[in-house]
């Protein structure tokens, strides 16, 4: 191998919160004694973990309708980790989070109902949560109520613990405290992936920089990790569904804090929802809606190469995806969201849907504030034809690689121990993870 070649025993490919927070992990639980992370942007976290293009919620799992017990339980113990170590870092890191209330809002007699019951069994796992009726809807969020007509029934769960993220900014946090936790852990930005392939002791990744070494990869990538996957031989029963969508923002002060909507178990995605901006708290957005487009990266129309080359490249993918978009629960809501993408018309009848939160918004409070969100790669399982729920890894040959829909960004460092203890599987007691140490500081108890 001709010695210029960099070599790292550890590569992570992709500098958003996925790839970042393992990089900060291994830097400072592991002896790993080399790592690079590659980053194809100028910047980190610039594609789904950018502020602009998710929603902003480290999810708890108390006010997400769709999750299940056990789900709601799982991101719990996630998110208490994200949280502890923002609030470890709080000094100097205003602009990365900022702390407010939250609640998902039924509305209707059956809604109601069903959010009476989900109380009874959450409590057990959130002591803290409240269920409050209209009166103390309206104190905590005069604008639920006001215009709401009179025998309507609402109802709320509610905590004021409630974090919001720009995930974007933690990226960055995690990758340069990595950095600057090791000598030999280097950041490689403006570098892009070009293909990675296997030679003797590891595997050669080509960019369009050079080339560089590494042991073990890591490849978080979002959407365009199968992609690679599949170039390596792996992830064939898999294939995504790209889910983009927008967001409406109001430019004036509506809601104080977070406001879910009751949303089906059966669908991957969280209800729409309104709240302030992480950076500013006098804008409110409104959404996501959610719709199916052919591309690996918002505004990025060179992907729809990636999509057709990491989902539809046989039969079977093409014939899970389109079983997937058929079932009936999905495509009545796709159908729905894609009358908000219209212009205009969709707006209006985005204002119309947004009116179960605030019931006096009009049209002209969205008319200039449509923006688009990132691109959710909802993985479908092509032997069954069924869209996976949640975040999905596949393991490989010394490589592991993740794709991360939503709620990703929160269970970034919950996966990141995860991936270290693989990563210790792949060197073999060479190299060791304190997982204690990780949980003793990542612990908020
Ligand atoms: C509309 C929407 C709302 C969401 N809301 C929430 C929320 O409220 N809370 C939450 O927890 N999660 C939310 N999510 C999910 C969350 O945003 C993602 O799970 C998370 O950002 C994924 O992080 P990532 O690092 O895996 O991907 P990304 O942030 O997309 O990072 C992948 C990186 O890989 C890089 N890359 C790709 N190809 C190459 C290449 N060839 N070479 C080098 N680099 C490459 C990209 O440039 C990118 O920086 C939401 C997602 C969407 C789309």
Not at 9 to 26: D, H, K, M, N, R
Not at 167 to 190: T, Y
Request: charged share 25%.
């Amino acid at each position: 191998m001709p010695s210029k070649i960099e070599k790292y025993e550890v590569a992570v490919l992709g500098g958003g919160i996925t790839g970042s927070s393992i990089f900060y992990v291994l830097s400072k639980y592991t002896d790993i004694e080399s790592a690079v992370l590659i980053e194809k942007c100028a910047e980190l976290g610039q594609i789904n973990s950018s502020e602009k293009n998710n929603s902003q919620t480290l999810h708890f799992g108390d006010i997400e309708t769709n999750y299940s017990f056990e789900k709601a339980a799982k991101t719990n113990e996630a998110s208490e980790m994200v949280s502890a170590y923002l609030k470890s870092a709080e000094r100097g890191s205003a602009k990365i989070f900022s702390k407010s209330h939250k609640m998902a809002l039924a509305v209707g007699e059956k809604e109601v109902a069903e959010l009476e019951k989900r109380y009874e069994e959450l409590k057990k796992i959130f002591p803290d949560l409240k269920k409050i009726y209209k009166k103390e809807i309206g104190k905590i969020e005069p604008n639920i109520v006001l215009g709401r007509k009179e025998n309507e029934k609402i109802a709320a769960l509610y905590s004021d613990n409630s974090i919001v993220v720009d995930f974007g900014a933690l990226a960055e946090d995690f990758a340069l405290k990595g950095e600057k936790n090791r000598e030999d852990f280097k950041i490689k930005l403006g570098t892009k992936v070009v293909s990675i392939s296997k030679v003797e002791g590891g595997y050669e990744i080509s960019t369009d920089k050079g080339t560089v070494f590494a042991e073990k990869i890591v490849v978080a990538m979002c959407s365009h990790s199968l992609m690679f996957a599949k170039k390596m031989g792996y992830g064939k029963d898999f294939s995504i569904l790209p889910v983009g969508g927008n967001y409406y923002t109001s430019q004036k002060k509506v809601l104080n804090g977070k406001v879910y909507t009751m949303q089906s178990g059966k669908l991957p995605f969280a209800a729409i929802h309104g709240d302030p901006n992480v950076h500013n708290e006098d804008e409110t957005r409104f959404g996501p809606t959610a719709n199916i487009m052919p591309f690996l990266e918002r505004n990025n129309f060179s992907t729809l190469w990636d999509f057709v080359r990491s989902s539809v490249n046989d039969t079977k993918s093409f014939i899970a995806l389109l079983q997937v978009v058929t079932d009936r629960l999905l495509f009545g809501f796709l159908l729905r969201s894609f009358v908000y993408a219209v212009p205009l018309a969709g707006t209006m009848a985005f204002v119309g849907l947004s009116r179960k939160i605030v019931p006096t918004l009009e049209y002209a409070d969205f008319k200039k504030g449509r923006t688009k969100a990132g691109i959710r790669p909802q993985l479908v399982d092509n032997r069954t034809g069924k869209l996976v729920m949640g975040e999905a890894e596949i393991i490989g040959e010394d490589m592991i690689f993740h794709i991360s829909p939503s709620p990703g960004a929160t269970v970034c460092l919950s996966n990141a121990a995860k991936t270290a203890n693989k990563l210790m599987e792949f060197f073999e007691g060479k190299r060791a993870f304190d997982e204690e140490l990780f949980k003793k500081d990542l612990s908020s108890k």
